[in-house]
């Protein structure tokens, strides 16, 4: 999960440099669901929770949008067969109001 939780930040970081989003800091923790198929042990869930700070006046909205195309393009999660769920928290400094 750690490898799942690293990628993802990894992947934001990316895309939102090249998006040009100033954010502040990011944490995600990654949860993994096992279940057994076919007499095999594995995975067939992982949740991630993101938590994303931005400046004040920043656009929540572009922060969620970055948040779920980190997810779509993480390339370990890409690599597994299971079902990725995002719980994106994203908050504005100086705002009382979460968006997510």
Do not use: Y
């Not at 944490?27 to 067939?44: K, N, S, Y």
């Amino acid at each position: 999960m750690a490898s799942v939780a690293s990628c993802f930040i990894l992947t934001f970081r990316a895309i939102a440099g090249a998006s040009k989003l100033e954010w502040a800091a990011l944490r995600c923790t990654a949860e993994g669901t096992l279940d057994r198929l076919d007499r095999v042990t594995r995975f067939v869930e992982i949740r991630l929770r993101a938590h994303l700070a931005l400046p004040a006046g920043a656009d929540p909205e572009a922060g969620r949008r970055l948040l779920q195309k980190a997810e779509k393009n993480c390339l370990v999660t890409n690599s597994l067969d299971l079902d990725v769920v995002l719980e994106a928290d994203v908050q504005v400094a100086g705002s009382t109001e979460a968006v997510g």
